[in-house]
């Protein structure tokens, strides 16, 4: 108990003669707060960032009232197709980034994976593999290996080598993306059209809508949170990651296959990216092209970030940042308002909720 | 003689827990005044208030009699207070002097890191210490480290000096050693504030004992008027039973360790052709002055390092000294490590899951695609309730909220619900309070009556003497002597140190 509930020291610390006027600001390390206490901190964190961004965006000149008329308009059906399917791929990279942090590994070749997800799903169809009926399942199999397999690279020099992870697959993001230009300017280039993509997909092997607006790349996500969410919260495999990242000498010690479990976490990490990759080319591209991962690295992070590594939370935040990023669309065409003011309000909305970490760990009182 | 420090009905509270409840005390100059309780009595709450460190919900803090507010550690250093805490506050890549000088900042830095580095060679040559100035903290052993950090606040120019369990980490020698200089430091006008829940050095060293129990002081005497009986009486609030034990049975031999060896990283042979066997329902002590080997026998035994050759051979199962930890754990083998928060605990998670962890992959709790959350919990609240494990609010609360030997009692109570056939155990009441060492050690005895080999390595002399059947005395990573029970204290003693 003593030395377990440590506390900081005080952040001001008037001279002994003044301070007994004024007292000390102290600072206490809290031992558990109500979920919905926590609830409350962060929903007041995620308002005042908010508040922060409709600030700058009505310096920027959009007042707060077009500013909510927007995002109502966002929400109209039409538009609402357009945010679910970009929620779907943003979910599936949030998985990513939220099962391998569980374990402590530091996923940054989230692009990388998705670059080898849509390789191995256009090479199903490029090279015509199984009857038209199981092509779809048969793609985003393949996906999943793809991106599964790539993430096994770090993974092995990270467990035999100890290569840092942050670096190695930061870098292989590069060495897939230009793995993907050689095919894209080579082999796998449209002959129709010279374009660097790959032809387009047969109709059978894309992802379209199952009706009221909703992209099946949508159902992909969703039962990818519900298979992350079961593996997290429900099965064994959840509680040995637990233990792993807790204290990982501990859960040797004790038992817990800590080797095995890890390598799984995080090959489900890559499979996530590699299905991610998989939605995007087969939904809104209908073809391999060069840019389908870029920029998902940092969203993936985010959502992760925001959600604390919770699957369901995931969809949530996943379908949020969606919705951010087609209003951002939205601004930069109607409003001329650059894309970085989007990635702007981002890293605000993130710091803001950061912060409410620190009221959630921590209770600041004054002492006389 | 003057009082010096005096606090009155001090309250504090963390997160609604009530840590200090109206403690009051006082120090004189020129005495060594012990602070005695058990674990999570408040002793460490209380003077780390004295030191600044937590600002107090109510009550008063003298000192020399008039009445101060202590705006963190800076201001109580200003007043002469230092505190050497339980876990050294030294930076590890630093230098003696660079430590000393970071917490006795001067105006110039290399001008003053010429005059720290003279105050520090005075104030050693004084204390009778050997450290160098500029030796980096990460070289030193921890009693060297704690020189260090009663060099660092005395030139300060401390005249109240606290010790937290300044004796927990060090063995006996070095012990008595660092007591002597602290009653010649009381002796010189210093007044001296020991906590500690060691009955021997309050009756040897201290001039007045105050007792705390429950947040609370309970009474204040003088140690050499009142006996052992009395003052555990005091801190616990009952006596103790020594543990009862049936005479050995003489079973079949269970465990049979055969030339095990260990080669450190840094080359330093740290196991060496070390044999013993256990039977069962045998306790086997292994005595010895810590660093010849102890440590990496039980991490050899447990599967924490891989022993570079020998056996350890089970009975049943047959040599495992290449076994996984999962194997091990089939085979039944409990384990108590000395470093309970980094080997046997995941402070961060609850309760009820840190004592799953161990027979989640018997399918106890449920299968591998679904866990069964109310078995857990079941067994975790009758485990808390078998094992006396107190301060426990919820079972999912975290483990890391545990006092040193609550957290224990959650450590055997997991070791022990499958009935384990071999238990090492290393340094088990290691920091723990009467109470709670008594349980530890009657958990021991149980193991052993029901028929479990048990290897207890301990620096405690005191606690191989009380429980064991055999005694092995380690010394430079072998087996120097064996002694059965009743041992020969000076013998065991004297082979500690004649090949040591």
Same mark, same amino acid.
């Given at each position: %108990?003593?030395?377990?509930?440590?506390?900081?020291?005080?952040?001001?610390?008037?001279?002994?003669?003044?301070?007994?006027?004024?007292?000390?600001?102290?600072?206490?390390?809290?031992?558990?707060?109500?979920?919905?206490?926590?609830?409350?901190?962060?929903?007041?964190?995620?308002?005042?960032?908010?508040?922060?961004?409709?600030?700058?965006?009505?310096?920027?000149?959009?007042?707060?009232?077009?500013?909510?008329?927007?995002?109502?308009?966002?929400?109209?059906?039409?538009?609402?197709?357009?945010?679910?399917?970009?929620?779907?791929?943003?979910?599936?990279?949030?998985?990513?980034?939220?099962?391998?942090?569980?374990?402590?590994?530091?996923?940054?070749?989230?692009?990388?994976?998705?670059?080898?997800?849509?390789?191995?799903?256009?090479?199903?169809?490029?090279?015509?593999?199984?009857?038209?009926?199981?092509?779809?399942?048969?793609?985003?199999?393949?996906?999943?290996?793809?991106?599964?397999?790539?993430?096994?690279?770090?993974?092995?020099?990270?467990?035999?080598?100890?290569?840092?992870?942050?670096?190695?697959?930061?870098?292989?993001?590069?060495?897939? %993306?230009?793995?993907?230009?050689?095919?894209?300017?080579?082999?796998?280039?449209?002959?129709?059209?010279?374009?660097?993509?790959?032809?387009?997909?047969?109709?059978?092997?894309?992802?379209?809508?199952?009706?009221?607006?909703?992209?099946?790349?949508?159902?992909?996500?969703?039962?990818?949170?519900?298979?992350?969410?079961?593996?997290?919260?429900?099965?064994?495999?959840?509680?040995?990651?637990?233990?792993?990242?807790?204290?990982?000498?501990?859960?040797?010690?004790?038992?817990?296959?800590?080797?095995?479990?890890?390598?799984?976490?995080?090959?489900?990490?890559?499979?996530?990216?590699?299905?991610?990759?998989?939605?995007?080319?087969?939904?809104?591209?209908?073809?391999?092209?060069?840019?389908?991962?870029?920029?998902?690295?940092?969203?993936?992070?985010?959502?992760?970030?925001?959600?604390?590594?919770?699957?369901?939370?995931?969809?949530?935040?996943?379908?949020?940042?969606?919705?951010?990023?087609?209003?951002?669309?939205?601004?930069?065409?109607?409003?001329?308002?650059?894309?970085?003011?989007?990635?702007?309000?981002?890293?605000?909305?993130?710091?803001?909720?950061?912060?409410?970490?620190?009221?959630?760990?921590?209770?600041?009182?004054?002492?006389? | 003689?003057?009082?010096?420090?005096?606090?009155?009905?001090?309250?504090?509270?963390?997160?609604?827990?009530?840590?200090?409840?109206?403690?009051?005390?006082?120090?004189?100059?020129?005495?060594?005044?012990?602070?005695?309780?058990?674990?999570?009595?408040?002793?460490?709450?209380?003077?780390?208030?004295?030191?600044?460190?937590?600002?107090?919900?109510?009550?008063?803090?003298?000192?020399?009699?008039?009445?101060?507010?202590?705006?963190?550690?800076?201001?109580?250093?200003?007043?002469?207070?230092?505190?050497?805490?339980?876990?050294?506050?030294?930076?590890?890549?630093?230098?003696?002097?660079?430590?000393?000088?970071?917490?006795?900042?001067?105006?110039?830095?290399?001008?003053?890191?010429?005059?720290?580095?003279?105050?520090?060679?005075?104030?050693?040559?004084?204390?009778?210490?050997?450290?160098?100035?500029?030796?980096?903290?990460?070289?030193?052993?921890?009693?060297?480290?704690?020189?260090?950090?009663?060099?660092?606040?005395?030139?300060?120019?401390?005249?109240?000096?606290?010790?937290?369990?300044?004796?927990?980490?060090?063995?006996?020698?070095?012990?008595?050693?660092?007591?002597?200089?602290?009653?010649?430091?009381?002796?010189?006008?210093?007044?001296?504030?020991?906590?500690?829940?060691?009955?021997?050095?309050?009756?040897?060293?201290?001039?007045?004992?105050?007792?705390?129990?429950?947040?609370?002081?309970?009474?204040?005497?003088?140690?050499?008027?009142?006996?052992?009986?009395?003052?555990?009486?005091?801190?616990?609030?009952?006596?103790?039973?020594?543990?009862?034990?049936?005479?050995?049975?003489?079973?079949?031999?269970?465990?049979?360790?055969?030339?095990?060896?260990?080669?450190?990283?840094?080359?330093?042979?740290?196991?060496?052709?070390?044999?013993?066997?256990?039977?069962?329902?045998?306790?086997?002590?292994?005595?010895?002055?810590?660093?010849?080997?102890?440590?990496?026998?039980?991490?050899?035994?447990?599967?924490?390092?891989?022993?570079?050759?020998?056996?350890?051979?089970?009975?049943?199962?047959?040599?495992?000294?290449?076994?996984?930890?999962?194997?091990?754990?089939?085979?039944?083998?409990?384990?108590?490590?000395?470093?309970?928060?980094?080997?046997?605990?995941?402070?961060?998670?609850?309760?009820?899951?840190?004592?799953?962890?161990?027979?989640?992959?018997?399918?106890?709790?449920?299968?591998?695609?679904?866990?069964?959350?109310?078995? %857990?919990?079941?067994?975790?609240?009758?485990?808390?309730?078998?094992?006396?494990?107190?301060?426990?609010?919820?079972?999912?609360?975290?483990?890391?909220?545990?006092?040193?030997?609550?957290?224990?009692?959650?450590?055997?109570?997991?070791?022990?619900?499958?009935?384990?056939?071999?238990?090492?155990?290393?340094?088990?009441?290691?920091?723990?309070?009467?109470?709670?060492?008594?349980?530890?050690?009657?958990?021991?005895?149980?193991?052993?009556?029901?028929?479990?080999?048990?290897?207890?390595?301990?620096?405690?002399?005191?606690?191989?003497?009380?429980?064991?059947?055999?005694?092995?005395?380690?010394?430079?990573?072998?087996?120097?002597?064996?002694?059965?029970?009743?041992?020969?204290?000076?013998?065991?003693?004297?082979? %500690?140190?004649?090949?040591?």
């Amino acid at each position: %108990m003593d030395d377990l509930s440590r506390q900081a020291g005080p952040l001001i610390s008037p001279a002994p003669s003044a301070s007994r006027r004024l007292g000390r600001l102290n600072l206490d390390v809290r031992q558990d707060l109500a979920p919905w206490k926590q609830a409350v901190f962060v929903g007041a964190s995620l308002m005042s960032g908010l508040a922060i961004s409709i600030a700058i965006l009505a310096l920027a000149g959009i007042a707060p009232l077009t500013l909510a008329s927007e995002l109502a308009g966002v929400l109209t059906t039409e538009n609402l197709r357009g945010v679910l399917i970009q929620a779907a791929p943003l979910i599936l990279v949030g998985l990513s980034a939220s099962l391998a942090f569980r374990i402590g590994f530091w996923n940054l070749g989230i692009e990388g994976q998705m670059v080898f997800g849509g390789i191995f799903a256009a090479a199903i169809s490029i090279y015509d593999v199984g009857p038209p009926t199981t092509r779809l399942l048969l793609m985003g199999a393949a996906a999943a290996l793809g991106g599964a397999l790539w993430v096994l690279l770090p993974v092995f020099l990270k467990i035999r080598f100890r290569v840092n992870e942050i670096i190695a697959t930061l870098l292989l993001n590069y060495v897939a %993306m230009y793995f993907l230009f050689h095919l894209l300017y080579g082999a796998w280039q449209d002959s129709k059209t010279a374009f660097p993509q790959s032809s387009p997909f047969r109709p059978f092997e894309r992802l379209t809508d199952i009706g009221y607006g909703v992209n099946s790349g949508l159902v992909i996500a969703i039962a990818g949170v519900l298979a992350a969410g079961w593996l997290i919260h429900l099965s064994r495999i959840g509680f040995y990651t637990r233990f792993i990242s807790a204290n990982p000498r501990m859960a040797k010690i004790v038992g817990v296959p800590v080797q095995a479990t890890t390598v799984w976490i995080i090959a489900a990490s890559g499979a996530c990216a590699g299905l991610a990759g998989f939605v995007n080319v087969a939904s809104q591209e209908g073809r391999l092209t060069q840019s389908y991962a870029n920029g998902y690295v940092f969203s993936g992070v985010l959502i992760a970030f925001l959600s604390r590594n919770d699957p369901i939370v995931v969809a949530i935040v996943g379908f949020l940042i969606a919705v951010l990023f087609i209003t951002g669309q939205t601004l930069q065409v109607f409003y001329q308002i650059p894309f970085t003011m989007v990635q702007m309000i981002e890293a605000i909305i993130v710091m803001a909720v950061a912060s409410s970490e620190f009221l959630i760990r921590h209770r600041i009182r004054w002492i006389r | 003689m003057s009082l010096a420090l005096q606090l009155v009905g001090i309250r504090k509270s963390f997160d609604g827990a009530l840590a200090l409840d109206g403690a009051s005390f006082e120090s004189q100059a020129g005495e060594v005044h012990a602070l005695l309780g058990e674990n999570g009595a408040g002793k460490s709450s209380l003077m780390n208030v004295a030191a600044g460190l937590y600002a107090p919900d109510a009550g008063s803090i003298f000192i020399d009699g008039v009445a101060v507010s202590l705006s963190g550690p800076a201001a109580a250093r200003q007043h002469g207070i230092g505190m050497v805490h339980q876990h050294f506050k030294l930076v590890k890549p630093f230098t003696v002097a660079e430590n000393v000088l970071l917490a006795n900042r001067q105006p110039h830095f290399s001008s003053g890191m010429r005059d720290i580095r003279a105050t520090i060679e005075k104030q050693v040559a004084e204390l009778k210490f050997a450290i160098d100035p500029d030796r980096r903290i990460d070289t030193m052993t921890v009693a060297e480290q704690q020189q260090v950090e009663i060099v660092k606040v005395l030139v300060g120019g401390v005249r109240i000096l606290i010790l937290d369990e300044p004796t927990a980490v060090l063995t006996d020698a070095e012990a008595i050693g660092l007591l002597e200089i602290v009653q010649r430091l009381a002796r010189s006008g210093t007044a001296v504030v020991l906590v500690t829940h060691k009955l021997h050095e309050v009756k040897r060293y201290a001039d007045v004992v105050t007792i705390m129990r429950g947040g609370k002081t309970v009474a204040r005497l003088d140690p050499r008027q009142s006996s052992a009986a009395q003052l555990t009486e005091l801190t616990v609030g009952q006596t103790l039973a020594l543990p009862e034990r049936t005479p050995h049975r003489g079973g079949p031999t269970r465990l049979n360790v055969g030339a095990l060896t260990y080669t450190r990283g840094d080359g330093r042979s740290m196991l060496n052709n070390l044999s013993f066997y256990v039977r069962a329902g045998e306790i086997y002590g292994i005595a010895g002055v810590s660093g010849n080997g102890q440590a990496e026998l039980a991490e050899a035994l447990i599967g924490a390092i891989e022993s570079s050759s020998g056996e350890i051979w089970l009975d049943g199962v047959g040599d495992i000294s290449r076994a996984s930890q999962a194997k091990r754990r089939e085979a039944a083998i409990a384990a108590i490590p000395a470093d309970r928060y980094a080997y046997a605990l995941a402070g961060s998670l609850p309760i009820t899951d840190n004592l799953a962890v161990a027979q989640i992959r018997s399918g106890r709790y449920g299968s591998l695609i679904r866990l069964d959350r109310s078995a %857990m919990r079941r067994d975790a609240v009758a485990a808390v309730r078998d094992y006396d494990v107190q301060g426990v609010r919820s079972i999912n609360q975290k483990a890391s909220l545990l006092s040193g030997g609550n957290a224990q009692k959650l450590v055997i109570a997991r070791e022990f619900s499958r009935a384990p056939e071999v238990v090492v155990a290393h340094s088990p009441s290691r920091g723990l309070d009467a109470r709670a060492c008594a349980a530890v050690h009657q958990s021991l005895i149980e193991a052993r009556e029901r028929g479990a080999a048990i290897v207890l390595i301990s620096e405690d002399l005191d606690e191989i003497l009380s429980l064991s059947d055999r005694i092995g005395v380690m010394t430079r990573g072998a087996i120097a002597g064996e002694f059965a029970r009743p041992a020969d204290r000076q013998a065991i003693g004297r082979a %500690m140190v004649d090949h040591g």
